[in-house]
């Protein structure tokens, strides 16, 4: 008899499979919320940053190289001018935009930032103001008026555009993670690549809008000669 009651006290006292497997469902649930919790709390710190990053790469794509490739020297197909202003314009952007991106990531890299988070983001919304000025450039058949139509101006905006980009991505890129305690770092790091590829796709799309607008024009004119 005392045989069979130690039995069923230790059948009362063990865990049922069910009970189990309950715990293990509101253990992962309450990892998983405190995961979203902590996700929270370092995307609101991170939030000026992450604003950054994302405008900075919105502007950039949004308009190169789609709206720069269509702007042309202004002595192009002239008599006795360099094939640097002809069929060798666009590759000499190139070089030049490039050139200066690197050189502004260096910079962020190599030299302590001027950019903090209380001028960070001003920084990343004067960088809008891009867009209008290439537009303005020498962009043939353009429904935009042409007020900068020397090719100074133009690469004048190319070397501001392409350094204030370089610079401004990899300041805010390294911002992001001195913003939060060291154990969070290395989820600061994700969210801010998530806002980098998030910007990408964003000016991407931007891109099809403004190209539409510059060439409007263009569609109009066609139209009209064909009929």
């Excluded at 303005?136 to 058949?141: E, L, R």
């Amino acid at each position: 008899l005392l045989l069979l009651l130690a039995k069923k006290c230790i059948s009362i006292l063990q865990p049922r499979k069910f009970d189990v497997e309950l715990s293990a469902v509101l253990v992962k649930r309450i990892v998983f919320l405190i995961g979203d919790i902590q996700v929270s709390v370092t995307s609101y710190i991170l939030k000026i940053a992450v604003v950054a990053v994302f405008l900075a790469f919105l502007v950039t794509i949004g308009i190169y190289p789609s709206v720069f490739v269509l702007v042309e020297s202004q002595y192009k197909c002239e008599d006795g001018s360099s094939r640097l202003f002809n069929d060798l314009f666009l590759p000499f952007l190139f070089l030049v935009y490039n050139t200066f991106d690197f050189a502004g990531r260096v910079s962020a890299e190599k030299f302590k930032p001027l950019l903090n988070a209380y001028n960070i983001l001003p920084f990343a919304l004067m960088r809008i103001f891009f867009i209008p000025l290439v537009l303005t450039c020498n962009i043939p058949d353009s429904q935009f008026p042409t007020k900068l139509p020397y090719d100074a101006a133009f690469f004048v905006i190319v070397v501001f555009f392409a350094f204030s980009n370089g610079y401004l991505a990899s300041s805010a890129m390294m911002l992001g993670p001195a913003l939060v305690s060291p154990k969070d770092q290395s989820l600061a790091g994700t969210i801010m690549i998530f806002a980098l590829t998030v910007g990408l796709f964003a000016g991407g799309a931007y891109h099809f809008y403004v190209y539409s607008l510059v060439w409007a024009r263009v569609h109009l004119i066609v139209e009209d000669s064909a009929a």
